[in-house]
């Protein structure tokens, strides 16, 4: 049940991400916005390895593959920061000192990549897990303070709140609220099927965003 329900999140993450490069296609090259395509890619990617654990089975192959998982998380999740830019500038949020929000974005950006690589993914150790019947390879370190997603997820709130007051746009408020109750219960029933399904819901919100008549 759990392998079918994280092989149609990759199937539902694959129509997002070719519907992401069509719109890029036909519609805009903002390079701000435009790196949802990254994070919906990951996005894919791991959710298929989720589901094909099982099929491809404990050895060198999965951890290799599970490996690239972290890898891809590592460098395209802190980029979700430059698309709350790309949102901001795009609806005159950002009025005032553009560069130097720029430039902030991309030192916080960057640095957030470095935080993560140095420390999930150089010299990490994975383990094989069995749970719902699906199989994974998890690290074995320790989760530090999630200073990254707390800075994303405050990012867009604000900005979501401030659509709903503007444009009487809801959708990437709630997808953040939605993200953010799903970790928390996620944490109080331990049942992880849930954040990820959470996580379609906020993405789809950000997809959504991206779309908006004035962006």
């Not at 719109?23 to 894919?44: A, R």
């Not at 998890?138 to 709130?157: D, K, Q, V």
Request: charged content about 15%; glycine content about 6%; some cysteine.
């Amino acid at each position: 049940m759990a392998m079918a329900f994280f092989y149609i999140l990759a199937l539902v993450y694959l129509i997002l991400f070719v519907g992401e490069l069509v719109y890029i296609k036909k519609h805009s090259f903002q390079i701000y916005l435009n790196v949802l395509v990254l994070v919906l890619f990951g996005l894919l990617y791991d959710n298929l390895m989720i589901a094909s654990g099982a099929s491809i089975g404990e050895g060198d192959t999965l951890e290799v593959l599970s490996k690239v998982r972290y890898i891809l998380h590592a460098l395209f999740t802190p980029t979700l920061l430059l698309f709350a830019l790309g949102v901001c500038l795009h609806l005159n949020l950002i009025t005032i000192k553009k560069m130097l929000w720029k430039g902030s974005t991309y030192l916080l950006t960057i640095g957030f990549i470095l935080y993560e690589l140095f420390t999930s993914v150089f010299g990490m150790e994975l383990v094989p897990k069995w749970k719902y019947g699906i199989l994974t390879y998890e690290s074995t370190a320790t989760t530090g303070f999630p200073i990254m997603i707390i800075m994303i997820y405050l990012a867009f709130i604000v900005i979501g709140f401030w659509l709903v007051k503007k444009y009487r746009f809801p959708w990437l408020f709630l997808g953040t609220i939605f993200m953010i109750l799903g970790g928390v219960l996620t944490i109080r029933i331990k049942f992880e099927p849930m954040v990820n399904f959470c996580k379609l819901l906020f993405m789809l919100s950000l997809v959504m965003t991206r779309r908006f008549k004035p962006l």
